[in-house]
């Protein structure tokens, strides 16, 4: 289970994806991905990419291993 800091903060995410039908009981997998693990990529002067599932500009993200193969990023402006 994730702790957050001395005052119980923490940042993070869930990713819940929607299976096959002939998946849906699969067993949830737990991972703990940290921000080092997230690449980053500038797409213009102005928008920054963090890849966490999936690939966006030939860069993979950290998760792979879901059966439906999403893309999952965060975009932020500079």
């Not at 067993?27 to 693990?37: F, G, L, V």
């Not at 920054?48 to 599932?53: C, D, F, N």
């Amino acid at each position: 289970m994730p702790k957050g800091d001395e005052n119980g903060s923490m940042y993070g995410f869930q990713l819940w994806a929607n299976l096959p039908a002939a998946r849906k009981m699969t067993t949830p997998k737990y991972r703990d991905i940290t921000a080092d693990q997230v690449p980053e990529v500038i797409l213009t002067r102005q928008v920054r990419v963090k890849i966490i599932a999936g690939n966006d500009d030939g860069v993979k993200g950290p998760v792979d291993d879901i059966v439906i193969e999403p893309t999952f990023i965060h975009c932020n402006q500079l």
